[in-house]
Every structure is written in C-alpha cells, then in structure tokens.
C-alpha cells in the first residue's frame, strides 16, 4: 500500500511538472518566436522586439529554475492576482498585437497561492491559444467574485472552434484539470457564433485569507 502510495504521488509529482512545462515555458517562448517573427519584417521594430525577447528568455530560465525548487509561478509568490495578470498582459499584448482589456473591479477578497496559481497558468494557456489559433484581434479578461466564487472569464473576437469537435488537446485539459483540483469547474462556449469564451469558476475558501505583507511595508 505504501509502495502505491509513492508511486501515485510520484506521478503526480510528473503531472504537474509536465503541465508547468507546458503552461509556462512554451507561453514565453510563443512570445519570443513572434517578437522574431515581427522583427524579421520590420527592421525598424528589431531593436526593441529583440531586447524583449531576451528579457522574455531569461524569464523563461528564472521559471524554469524556480520550477525545480517548489513548481511555483516566478512573480505570484510577492505580487496579488492582479498584480501578476496585469503584468502577463503588458508582455503579451505589445508583440501578439491584440487589443487586451484587464477588468478586476469587483475581485476584492484574496485568494489561497494554489487559486492564484490556478488562474494565472489557466490564463496562460488561454492566451497563448488565441495567439496560435484564434485569428482575434481583441480580448477582454475579468476577474469577479460573487456568491462565494472566484470568476476569470476569457473572450476573444476570434474565428471560435466546434466544442464538440477534438479540442481535448493537452492544453484544454491541463487548464480544465487545474480547476477541477480546486473544486472549481472550466467551460468553453464557441462555434455559435465569431469568438470564444472560457469562463472559470472556483469557490473561495470558507477562511478569508490574509494578504502577505509588501516587501519594506
């Protein structure tokens, strides 16, 4: 029974190291191969495209290493959910050329470092399938919290996909599985009509959590 026990957590020791892999690392990287991409066309925009995507490459190392230490998100440890999403967008949107919009006025009550984790890398997946696959132009993201639920709700003005169709790839079910762990459910609505939506609910806890002080606060 022990030998079992081992060997279940040692796959899912594997799981999540293959999901963070995938959620984190091939984000950036995407990132970097459009930044060299839009760079190769204009060799006006090179300059700036390329000193990003160093910087972008050398945030895809720091992740992988705090990968090895405790398989954690590399700014969600000091910053809030807000913090942590408004910077993916500011990273994404410049070399994707989406128009994003960030919305989070009615998400107040902080959240456990494992819904912050959830979310955040939920999101990840998110926009890094609208960038490969969806055709958009415009995003909206938002955070909300009502009836004990934590809401991030994705769209996109995108070509949409069929939902019945084969989308079960190893993206959609990381993200579906990161929210069923927690209790929380993942839905996808598309193929109706130009776009898509992904809306993730996930109860908060019965505790309120005590936000982690600001480091010189």
Do not use: W
């Not at 991030?152 to 939902?163: N, R, S």
């Amino acid at each position: 029974r022990l030998t079992q026990q081992i060997i279940a957590a040692q796959e899912r020791e594997r799981e999540n190291i293959g999901r963070e892999l995938h959620d984190n690392v091939n984000q950036v990287l995407t990132t970097v191969k459009l930044n060299i991409e839009l760079a190769q066309s204009d060799e006006r925009l090179a300059p700036g495209l390329l000193a990003n995507s160093v910087r972008y490459l050398q945030q895809c190392i720091s992740g992988i290493r705090n990968l090895s230490r405790e398989l954690s998100a590399p700014t969600l440890g000091t910053r809030s959910l807000i913090d942590s999403v408004t910077a993916l967008v500011e990273m994404v949107a410049p070399s994707s050329g989406l128009d994003i919009h960030f919305h989070h006025e009615t998400f107040r009550q902080t959240v456990p470092m494992e819904q912050k984790l959830a979310f955040y890398r939920i999101l990840q997946e998110a926009l890094n399938n609208i960038m490969r696959h969806a055709s958009a132009t415009h995003v909206e993201i938002e955070l909300s919290q009502a009836a004990g639920i934590s809401t991030l709700t994705i769209t996109d003005d995108g070509c949409g996909f069929d939902t019945a169709g084969k989308h079960s790839g190893i993206g959609l079910t990381n993200m579906r599985s990161r929210a069923a762990v927690l209790g929380g459910t993942l839905h996808v609505q598309s193929g109706h009509h130009p776009g898509c939506q992904v809306v993730v609910r996930i109860p908060l806890p019965s505790t309120p959590v005590v936000a982690a002080p600001k480091p010189g606060a």
